[in-house]
Each structure stands twice: as C-alpha cells, then as structure tokens.
C-alpha cells in the first residue's frame, strides 16, 4: 500500500467570511469555519498520520488544532513554516473582494486573483509563492513522504494551489480554473503518479 499525501485548505477565516482579500492578514476561523475544520476531523479519522506541516497563521494553526484534538494526534510531529503560508495580496488584504472588482472591473480581479505570473500590487503572483512552496515541498515534506511517512499538510487555497500545480503537472492555463475549498482533504498516493 503506498503512502499519502493529505492536503487541508484552512476552514472559513473571518474574512473569508466577510469576503475580504486575506493574504499574510493572520485572521482566526470563524463560526462556520470552526464546523468545518470538526467536519474535516471526522473524515480524517480513518487515515494514519505520522507527520503534519502547517503554515504560520492562525487560521491554519486552528484548523489542525481542532483535528489534533478530536482525532486525538497529540503525539504525532508538527512542523510549521512560513513557506506555507497563504500568497501574500499586498495592496488588497483587508479590501473588499467586490468593492474592488467595482473598482477595478471583474477581469482585473480575476487576473490577480487567479494567474500564474500576474501580482497583486505590491503582492505575490502564484509564480511567486509557487517558489518558496515547491523548494519547501522538495527540502521537507518530500522527503518524509520518500520514508513511507503519511503526511497531513494544512496551508491554505494559493500556497494549495502551487503545490497542486506541481504535483498534477498542471500547466498556467489549468491551474487558473483550480480552486481549493475550505476544510475538505485533497488525498494523494504517493508517488503521485
Ligand atoms: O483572500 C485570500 O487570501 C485568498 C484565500 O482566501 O483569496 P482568493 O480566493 O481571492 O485567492
């Protein structure tokens, strides 16, 4: 049997509640995304996890919080790291998702929001976390995976997103349809083939 893979988007965040542009703001889980990260403890229950990677905010912290109490993982090893953390917007955290589409027209946005290599003002392009998450992948978490070790990595939808990219061998134009829900776990056999 081969070994796996778990990858976790953070459950809802305060301002993914509020439909704000959150990046490296370091919000906690709100009501609805406390739930999810329960819900997401539960389908996890059946899986062995010998190693978990987290980013460095809160949101991420929390959900995995949640899951290590309820699936009771308190003896399994966690790494955190800021490799993992969310894209960083720049400009736009804390603004509101619509405002600024109103502002700035619905393509804009979804250029920013969405494309490989165009930045946020002031921001990260995908391009730009997909290179401080692949080495981190490849120096870390890889090599746990390279041991047989079963691996759960909480980090959120566009540091997510880089790591599909690569793992899917995903091209840019593929990976601006790919979005990553809140608290549902994405399972990998590894090797991913
Ligand atoms: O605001 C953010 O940091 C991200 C994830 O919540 O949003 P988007 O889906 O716009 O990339």
Redesign the pocket.
């Known amino acids: 049997m081969r070994n796996k893979l778990i990858l976790l988007r953070h459950g809802q965040?305060v301002?993914?509640l509020e439909n704000?542009?959150?990046?490296w703001r370091d919000v906690d889980l709100s009501e609805k995304g406390i739930q999810e990260a329960k819900a997401a403890a539960e389908k996890l229950k059946s899986q062995k996890i010998d190693q978990v990677y987290t980013s460095i905010l809160i949101r991420a912290k929390h959900t995995y919080q949640i899951i290590e109490d309820i699936d009771g993982l308190q003896n399994v090893p966690l790494k955190e790291d800021k490799a993992l953390n969310?894209?960083k917007?720049g400009d736009l955290?804390g603004l509101n998702?619509a405002d600024i589409a109103e502002k700035f027209g619905e393509e804009q946005v979804h250029i920013w929001?969405?494309s490989f290599d165009i930045p946020p003002p002031n921001g990260e392009s995908l391009k730009d976390t997909y290179y401080r998450v692949i080495p981190y992948f490849k120096s870390d978490i890889k090599k746990d995976l390279d041991k047989g070790l079963n691996i759960l990595v909480v980090a959120?939808?566009?540091s997510l997103r880089a790591l599909v990219m690569y793992l899917d061998n995903l091209s840019k134009e593929e990976i601006v349809e790919k979005?990553i829900a809140t608290g549902v776990p994405i399972i990998y056999d590894w090797p991913v083939k």
Do not use: A, D, I, W
């Open positions: 965040s301002y993914n704000r542009f959150t990046g969310e894209r917007y955290e998702k929001r969405r959120h939808g566009n979005e």
